[in-house]
């Protein structure tokens, strides 16, 4: 198993930053990717971002592809979204999650999720 915890959302002016952060604890020796999701109020949950957790290799959603960077700590265990240039759309639930073995495929481990709100 593995858990997963986030930190760092909050409120945050149009154009403004904030950074993501998600711990990862439990059997981290067998996850193969990280990535972040976002679901807004009555939407369905979308792909943010990922990072593969030896490669490093990156993958971005077109929508935010140049304002937010994913990064991961391997030391850590902790993978970050550094968010800049936010827009009201941007607001949202943020949940990391993980894909890790017996099913490296699928992300099975989920976050409770972070609320990120940017006012206009």
């Known amino acids: 198993q593995v858990q997963l915890v986030e930190s760092g959302g909050g409120l945050v002016q149009a154009g403004g930053s904030l950074r993501l952060s998600c711990a990862a604890s439990?059997?981290?020796?067998?996850?193969?990717?990280m990535g972040w999701f976002r679901q807004a109020p009555g939407k369905e949950r979308k792909f943010v971002a990922a990072?593969?957790?030896?490669?490093?290799?990156?993958y971005y959603a077109d929508s935010v592809k140049g304002r937010f960077a994913i990064s991961r700590d391997n030391a850590k265990n902790t993978v970050y979204l550094q968010m800049n240039g936010l827009k009201p759309e941007d607001t949202a639930v943020y949940a990391c999650?993980?894909?890790?073995?017996?099913?490296?495929?699928?992300?099975?481990?989920w976050g409770h999720g972070t609320q990120v709100t940017v006012s206009s």
């Open positions: 999650a993980a894909r890790a073995e017996p099913n490296p495929s699928e992300y099975d481990y």
């Open positions: 439990g059997r981290t020796f067998s996850i193969y990717a």
């Open positions: 990072v593969n957790w030896s490669g490093g290799s990156t």
